[in-house]
């Protein structure tokens, strides 16, 4: 079983529409949560990270994490054609800050 | 905040050249910096985490003696590839953290070429 996992995708949303990106994962120490968003052939951008259970929210990005259940989501409002890239879930423990668990990314794509 | 810059941005060498990357934290103090490498289409594979004036602790299968880490300030850390070969051509990412409970930030990346 991987530490994260992630579905690949791609997810296809139309522009305009709510974009909803899951990420699961295994230890349930772990205590901090970060989503990255990578466009084709560039390196990985934060974009948010969470701690806390419940949700956060920064613009049109909202995240939500539920330990009881080891799920992290993201969710993007008002999706763009510009938000089309892979997304990637990372999750560490505070025992251990160096050590992060990163998904294999879900691609999204936002049609016009 | 919290900049990473990474240089150079493309490398094309002759095979067996050796390569240096530099990755730099411009506005903060990175306690710890990562090496990943890239293929088109694969996932991000971490090659090794260095801390500040500590010798780098690399992954399974990554040749220390190939890939040349060092990281002597809270600022600069640098890869080196030694007699780069083909295979070696890749998409080389560093990233820097702060200290404490603090998330990774990414340099721009550095694609190496070998002919």
């Not at chain 1, 994490?65 to 505070?94: E, F, G, H, M």
Request: hydrophobic share 30%; glycine share 8%; charged share 20%.
């Amino acid at each position: 079983q991987k530490e994260v996992e992630q579905n690949s995708g791609p997810l296809s949303v139309p522009e305009g529409a709510i974009a909803s990106l899951n990420c699961t994962y295994s230890d349930r120490g772990s205590q901090s949560f970060f989503w990255y968003r990578q466009y084709s052939g560039k390196s990985p951008e934060l974009i948010m990270f969470i701690y806390s259970n419940g949700d956060k929210e920064d613009g049109r990005f909202t995240a939500q994490l539920n330990k009881a259940s080891q799920y992290v989501s993201l969710l993007i409002r008002d999706s763009q054609p510009s938000d089309s890239a892979t997304y990637l879930c990372a999750v560490n423990r505070w025992d251990n800050f160096n050590k992060f668990y990163f998904g294999s990314g879900t691609k999204l794509n936002v049609k016009p | 905040g919290a900049v990473v810059s990474q240089h150079p941005s493309w490398v094309i060498c002759k095979s067996g050249t050796s390569v240096k990357i530099e990755c730099r934290s411009l506005d903060f103090q990175a306690t710890t910096m990562f090496w990943y490498r890239q293929f088109p289409k694969q996932s991000l594979m971490l090659m090794a985490t260095s801390n500040e004036g500590s010798k780098a602790t690399y992954e399974q299968g990554v040749e220390k003696d190939k890939f040349l880490i060092n990281h002597a300030s809270l600022t600069l850390s640098t890869l080196t590839v030694t007699s780069a070969h083909p295979e070696d051509s890749s998409f080389y990412i560093c990233s820097a953290r702060g200290p404490g409970n603090q998330p990774q930030h990414f340099g721009d990346g550095t694609r190496l070429s070998i002919l």
